[in-house]
């Protein structure tokens, strides 16, 4: 069974300018996380969708970062514009269960 | 508000030793509890977990330990070994919010 499929892996861009951030869950996943991490520091959650609503978004940064999840399934997480101090590591994970969670390799981006 | 906290920070062990991992959490709404384990370049994994109804659960050569009382909660990895060199996370969660809390990371360095 294919895991958590997130794309980019990597991206460089240069502060004030857009980016999107690409994920896959595990098929048959209602439940879809957005974490941010910092580097040396824990996951910490921006935003979980159950099916298409989302329904925990109270630590995305809203005036900036925008998320959606198209027909329950893939989703998208964008931020415009990207300041320095959103160089992380974003995760995205998903559940079937009421709480294991099953991580992608995450994106690394970096504003310069 | 650090609702978990973990420490050490760092702990290096001499293969064959034990590894031990401690956290505490504020909030006794929380019912679940897991660790996860992150390779460099790799998205967490969830290595093993405890509902507070239990004081210890042991799986291979991971243990973890509970302390309902204390609020705290511990991880044992005997006879530790180089393919256990990694950053180990503990986190909670509650129920009716699926979310993970992560503490913040303790990075663990096996040597031969």
């Known amino acids: 069974e294919a895991g958590v499929v997130q794309s980019p892996r990597y991206k460089i861009i240069e502060k004030k300018q857009p980016v999107a951030f690409w994920c896959n869950p595990i098929?048959?996943?209602?439940?879809l996380y957005w974490y941010r991490q910092n580097l040396g520091q824990g996951p910490e959650l921006l935003i979980r969708?159950?099916?298409?609503?989302?329904?925990?978004d109270s630590q995305l940064p809203k005036d900036r970062f925008s998320a959606e999840r198209l027909k329950g399934v893939d989703s998208t997480l964008k931020i415009q514009p990207a300041e320095l101090g959103d160089s992380a590591v974003y995760l995205c994970?998903?559940?079937?269960?009421?709480?294991?969670?099953?991580f992608g390799q995450g994106t690394r981006l970096t504003v310069v | 508000q650090q609702q978990v906290k973990q420490s050490p920070q760092s702990l290096i062990v001499q293969k064959g030793g034990i590894s031990i991992i401690n956290c505490a959490y504020e909030?006794?709404?929380?019912?679940?509890f897991p660790w996860y384990q992150q390779f460099p370049g790799k998205g967490p994994a969830l290595l093993i977990a405890?509902?507070?109804?239990?004081s210890e659960k042991k799986e291979g050569r991971f243990t973890i330990s509970f302390n309902k009382s204390a609020k705290q909660f511990s991880l044992h990895i005997m006879d530790s070994q180089p393919g256990d060199s990694a950053t180990y996370f503990c986190a909670a969660s509650k129920a009716g919010r699926r979310a993970l809390t992560f503490g913040s990371g303790t990075r663990l360095q096996v040597q031969p």
């Open positions: 994970a998903s559940s079937q269960t009421q709480t294991e969670a099953f």
């Open positions: 909030n006794t709404a929380f019912d679940y």
């Open positions: 405890i509902r507070p109804d239990v």
């Open positions: 098929s048959g996943h209602n439940t």
């Open positions: 969708y159950e099916n298409e609503e989302a329904v925990d």
